[in-house]
């Protein structure tokens, strides 16, 4: 079984200050895993992904996630926050032999100015 | 850059009819996916299509679902006998072939049974 865990609702940080959003996963294998970002009536877009290789992983607008296999989590990451990186945030797994992947219930980021 | 596409944007059907969402997904695409998202909630893996079958599916997905490829662009959800817990938004996605190949996914058709 592969399963995904954000275990905060809700990430208010002020903008200019680092943030963090938390993502714990469960999966037989090597995961591989994936930030994706939802706006208002949008679909999910795809932030980042950690497939193998460095545990540091870069993606699209300044994001990062750092990959900590002893404590199976990645966690999002980004240096200084922007009011425009309000959204909905999820994590999700795909274990090896698999195509469908599992979503985390999101966390809602608010940066505030 | 290719998008998913999805239409309707917006579906309003009646308790108990039959609804069609279609998508159309990225042109060299082989992998599917249908996911379900309830008012801006967790987002639940429905069904995934490879090779003209399914290939996963959820305990979501049961009976009163089902999709199609009809032809080489459009990929389709089926839901019948619509219940008031169906309203929701609908997600369809497609991706390249390798694990590692990210899941491009579409707006969405938000469904609403009166």
């Known amino acids: 079984a592969q399963s995904v865990a954000q275990p905060e609702d809700q990430v208010n940080v002020a903008e200019g200050n680092p943030l963090t959003v938390k993502c714990t996963y469960s999966?037989?294998?090597?995961?591989?895993l994936f930030w994706y970002v939802q706006y208002p009536n949008r679909g999910l877009q795809f932030l980042l992904k950690?497939?193998?290789?460095?545990?540091l992983v870069k993606g699209s607008y300044g994001f990062e996630a750092e990959f900590n296999k002893s404590q199976t989590s990645f966690h999002l990451k980004k240096p200084s926050a922007l009011v425009s990186d309000s959204a909905l945030y999820f994590c999700a797994v795909r274990a090896p032999g698999f195509n469908d992947m599992r979503f985390g219930a999101g966390t809602r980021l608010t940066v505030k100015p | 850059e290719p998008e998913v596409t999805q239409t309707p944007s917006h579906q309003v059907t009646q308790m108990g009819q039959e609804v069609i969402l279609r998508c159309v997904p990225i042109s060299n695409h082989l992998y599917f996916y249908w996911y379900r998202q309830i008012l801006g909630q967790k987002v639940e893996f429905l069904v995934s299509?490879?090779?003209?079958?399914?290939?996963?599916k959820s305990e979501i997905f049961d009976d009163q679902f089902s999709v199609e490829r009809p032809d080489g662009s459009n990929f389709t959800l089926k839901i019948r006998s619509t219940k008031l817990e169906d309203s929701a938004m609908y997600f369809c996605?497609?991706?390249?072939?390798?694990?590692?190949?990210?899941?491009?996914f579409g707006d969405g058709t938000r469904l609403s049974i009166l």
């Open positions: 950690y497939i193998t290789g460095d545990n």
């Open positions: 996605a497609s991706k390249l072939p390798g694990a590692n190949q990210p899941q491009h």
């Open positions: 999966v037989s294998g090597n995961p591989y």
């Open positions: 299509f490879y090779n003209n079958e399914i290939s996963e």
